[in-house]
């Protein structure tokens, strides 16, 4: 016995359910074509995942229900089923459900079972928990459908073996994060060990609002051998055979990708996020500010990989401060991503409402306040033009930045989105010497040196005044990225922290500016998640917050 089974790993969008129904029938149709017998997508596809509170509303609920039945009539004539996720209600609960579309009918249903409820997941509050059941049968074999969450434990998949599973084929919506692939095949290989069955991991692809989704799915044989490999941050459609032996179904041809990894990964999700962002929400273009700066360089970069040159436009907005390295570097990045390039000087704008406030102001002495007008001026003249121009502004501030409030609001926090917000300052700066010796396969930007070597290498500045450096205030990026990752990613005691060498006061004082500036945080644009632990959707702290760990 002989089953084709192809492995749809797309990227849908949450709400256009006729556009993600479109893509299923164009997926079909080549599944069709290279003779399979059905076709699977990713979790929750119809709706697009995650739909978050979208999916409390009833208009949602009945409008995915009726793309799913229309979807199903095209099963009428004899060529692929369709197995496919969406939200459905039952008996008066909503489900996560993933769908058998077979004869012209929805032919099965099955619910998710074990529903995340940590990090980026909130499913306990939308979603009903479904029972546990047995396989879908499909031309007479037995096929186990846990969803995603649901192979996370042994509960669901000791079910489905009980009852007669002959395969797993296991549909998720998986977010990247550094090495969540190894994280996916430890808890594949345990499942496929307990039950002896070979397992199919189905993952989407595609950024939503802040979370990015790698695909890089695969297939494991009953003995937990890598039977077949999809690419990482790719769409495509791959065609699985598989053939039942005395030991079982053994998929005996599918595509072997090598996925991506390490600092390589990071870079593509930055670019994939940024691009589904713009592309999603229907930007034309995006501007941005180019500084002279590694994060503004770095970001310019990852915008022309992900849209193309013509469609990003820097502009240099330069002030007394402003040295002429940083005007020469900025000049050359820009010729270098062959990008749009314009000079606006701030003086005017910034001496103008210097000369307005400063009968209010008088007595007072210059300090931080007049370095913030800089960037402020900065700020309105970069929304100005996208207000006029409808393009987006791309905020360019790093993980170090906002962690320890290195921002201005209103000022360089403003934009729509942030490609590097979840990398530290270090991990930029080796991004950047990564994208000046590699490219990404899909990328749209020149070969070769795209970020200036003396961008690299010079010290780092907001120039803000005369002579800054960021180490005026901060300690090195290097000690600084260390206590923070201690502090966010960790959940550290200050006690083990500083027994790994810091300095008590610079401890102290980090996690204090950490927690003083959550507020800044709460008002910053969103940006791609590429850590286990990003602000926002996985770190949630509270404004208003006196805690300091004197251990």
């Avoid at 013509?310 to 005007?327: A, F, G, I, N």
């Avoid at 000046?436 to 070769?448: C, E």
């Amino acid at each position: 016995m002989k089953l084709a089974i192809a492995l749809a790993q797309l990227n849908p969008i949450v709400g256009d359910l006729a556009g993600n129904a479109e893509k299923a029938v164009s997926a079909r149709n080549k599944a069709a074509e290279a003779g399979a017998d059905l076709i699977a997508f990713p979790e929750l596809f119809l709706s697009g995942y995650s739909p978050e509170d979208l999916v409390l509303k009833p208009a949602y609920q009945d409008a995915c229900r009726s793309a799913c039945e229309e979807l199903a009539k095209i099963t009428a004539d004899g060529g692929p089923a369709i197995l496919i996720g969406l939200p459905w209600v039952e008996e008066g609960k909503l489900y996560n459900a993933y769908a058998l579309l077979e004869g012209g009918v929805v032919a099965a249903l099955r619910f998710k079972v074990a529903l995340p409820n940590y990090g980026v997941f909130d499913e306990k509050r939308v979603f009903s928990s479904g029972e546990l059941s047995g396989p879908i049968s499909f031309k007479g074999v037995r096929i186990g459908v846990p969803i995603c969450e649901d192979i996370w434990t042994d509960e669901v998949v000791e079910c489905l073996t009980e009852t007669g599973a002959e395969l797993l084929l296991v549909p998720n919506g998986s977010p990247y994060w550094g090495d969540k692939q190894n994280e996916r095949l430890n808890i594949a290989v345990a499942r496929v060990t307990e039950s002896h069955l070979p397992l199919i991991y189905l993952n989407q692809i595609g950024g939503q609002d802040e979370v990015i989704y790698d695909g890089a799915s695969f297939i494991l044989q009953s003995d937990c051998q890598l039977a077949g490999q999809l690419p990482s941050f790719q769409e495509n459609v791959a065609i699985t055979q598989w053939e039942k032996t005395d030991h079982g179904w053994l998929c005996t041809d599918a595509p072997k990708h090598v996925p991506v990894t390490g600092p390589e990964a990071n870079y593509q999700a930055c670019v994939l996020g940024l691009r589904d962002y713009v592309e999603k929400n229907r930007f034309p273009s995006v501007i941005l500010g180019l500084s002279g700066g590694i994060d503004s360089a770095l970001c310019t970069a990852m915008a022309v990989d992900a849209l193309g040159a013509e469609r990003v436009r820097c502009v240099m907005l330069p002030y007394h401060y402003t040295s002429k390295e940083s005007l020469i570097d900025a000049e050359r990045c820009a010729k270098l991503l062959g990008v749009q390039y314009d000079i606006v000087p701030i003086a005017a704008g910034v001496e103008g409402v210097e000369s307005e406030l400063a009968p209010l102001f008088k007595g007072a002495q210059r300090g931080v306040t007049e370095e913030n007008i800089q960037s402020r001026i900065r700020g309105v003249i970069l929304m100005s033009l996208s207000n006029k121009f409808g393009s987006m502004v791309v905020t360019t501030g790093n993980k170090s930045e906002m962690s320890v409030g290195y921002a201005t609001l209103y000022g360089d926090m403003n934009g729509g989105f942030n490609p590097i917000k979840d990398l530290y300052k270090t991990e930029v700066y080796s991004l950047s010497a990564l994208r000046n010796s590699w490219k990404p396969l899909d990328a749209l930007g020149p070969d070769g040196e795209v970020i200036p070597v003396n961008i690299l290498t010079k010290a780092p500045t907001a120039e803000l005044r005369e002579n800054q450096t960021d180490q005026d205030s901060l300690p090195p990026y290097a000690v600084l990225d260390d206590i923070l990752e201690c502090l966010v990613e960790r959940e550290m005691r200050v006690s083990e922290i500083i027994a790994r060498g810091h300095v008590p006061e610079v401890v102290h004082k980090i996690e204090h500016l950490l927690y003083m500036a959550e507020y800044k945080r709460r008002q910053s644009a969103p940006g791609v998640k590429v850590t286990e632990k990003n602000f926002g959707r996985d770190r949630r702290y509270p404004i208003v917050n006196r805690f300091r760990d004197r251990t």
